[in-house]
Each structure stands twice: as C-alpha cells, then as structure tokens.
C-alpha cells in the first residue's frame, strides 16, 4: 500500500494553483477555494486521526485520488479502526474533518478546550454525556455533505432502526 512518503507536496506558485501536502490538505484546498484558519483545523484533525489510528484519514491511489477523497468522502471512525478510544474523541476528530469550514471548530481555543474535555475524560475513566441536541446536531452535520448513494443506504438505516423502536415499544 501506499504510505505518506509516497504522498507528493504539490508546490505550484503560479495563481490558483494548489499549495501544500496532499495527504494533509482541507477540502476547500483540495478543491482550490480560498482558506483560512478553519482549513488548518481540518488539517489539525487529519494529523489527530492519523495519530491515533496510525493510518490517514483519506487516502487515495493517486494524488489525485486522495484529493477527491478529502472533498467528498467521509472517514472511517476512529473507533471503528482502534475500538479504545473514548466517543469524545471521535466527536472532537469528526468536528474538526467537517467539510463546511463553518461546521469544524470556529478557533483553536475552541479545539483545545474539546481536547481537554477528552483527557479529563480518559484520565478520569469517567465519560461525560453529550446533550441530545449536540448528538442530533453532529448526526445532521456528518451527512449534510452526502452523495446520493449514501442516502440510501442512511434512508434504509433509519427506517430499520424506527421499526425497531416500534416493535419494541409497541
């Protein structure tokens, strides 16, 4: 497999050209939008999964590949790949990898606060509940940026899950 030695930095000055390396790019880089410091907080993110995960978020057989995948597709959670890790980890990564820079962290106060959060937790053992409204706000967040094949399979995964609601209740 391809591992990030082999990731090329893509170093073009002329004018809209893209800028950095491709493996750490936000998808408003990947897609030759303007940046700002929000792009760096996706960046921070992709640097936070692959510490604990030890793989890249989105990887791609080309570079040109790994870009697409920065743009529009989502990343296997966290826990999915290390089963360790506390759920307030995986909210602070997956905030930070939303696609909208409007749906990541505003500032890095704000990131480091989140990450704080986490460690008390782990150094505590204690895990701290996430209002509903946020778990709902995060769910609507993570999907708004969809394919349209991946709506069907969410349609058919939340039908499943209210007939199951329903059979139990009923």
Same mark, same amino acid.
């Given at each position: 497999?391809?591992?990030?030695?082999?990731?090329?930095?893509?170093?073009?000055?002329?004018?809209?050209?893209?800028?950095?390396?491709?493996?750490?790019?936000?998808?408003?880089?990947?897609?030759?939008?303007?940046?700002?410091?929000?792009?760096?907080?996706?960046?921070?993110?992709?640097?936070?999964?692959?510490?604990?995960?030890?793989?890249?978020?989105?990887?791609?057989?080309?570079?040109?590949?790994?870009?697409?995948?920065?743009?529009?597709?989502?990343?296997?959670?966290?826990? $999915?790949?290390?089963?360790? /890790?506390?759920?307030?980890? @995986?909210?602070?990564? #997956?905030?930070?990898?939303? %696609?909208? !820079?409007?749906?990541?962290?505003?500032?890095?106060? $704000?990131?480091?606060?989140? /990450?704080?959060?986490?460690? @008390?937790?782990?150094? #505590?053992?204690?895990?701290? %509940?996430? !209002?509903?409204?946020?778990?709902?706000?995060?769910?609507?967040?993570?999907?708004?940026?969809?394919?349209?094949? @991946?709506?069907?399979?969410?349609?058919?995964?939340?039908?499943?899950?209210?007939?199951?609601?329903?059979?139990?209740?009923?």
């Amino acid at each position: 497999g391809r591992d990030v030695a082999e990731m090329e930095t893509i170093a073009k000055t002329q004018a809209g050209m893209v800028l950095g390396t491709v493996a750490y790019m936000s998808p408003e880089q990947a897609r030759a939008h303007p940046v700002d410091h929000r792009s760096d907080i996706f960046s921070l993110g992709i640097v936070l999964y692959h510490m604990v995960t030890g793989r890249l978020p989105f990887k791609g057989d080309s570079p040109i590949d790994t870009l697409h995948a920065i743009a529009y597709e989502e990343t296997r959670p966290v826990a $999915q790949i290390r089963g360790n /890790l506390p759920a307030s980890l @995986q909210r602070v990564i #997956s905030r930070c990898l939303r %696609k909208r !820079p409007d749906d990541r962290y505003p500032d890095a106060s $704000q990131f480091i606060d989140a /990450l704080k959060t986490v460690q @008390q937790e782990i150094e #505590s053992g204690v895990s701290q %509940k996430v !209002p509903i409204a946020e778990r709902i706000r995060d769910g609507i967040e993570s999907i708004r940026d969809f394919k349209p094949q @991946q709506w069907g399979w969410t349609v058919i995964g939340v039908a499943a899950a209210v007939a199951f609601f329903y059979l139990i209740l009923s």
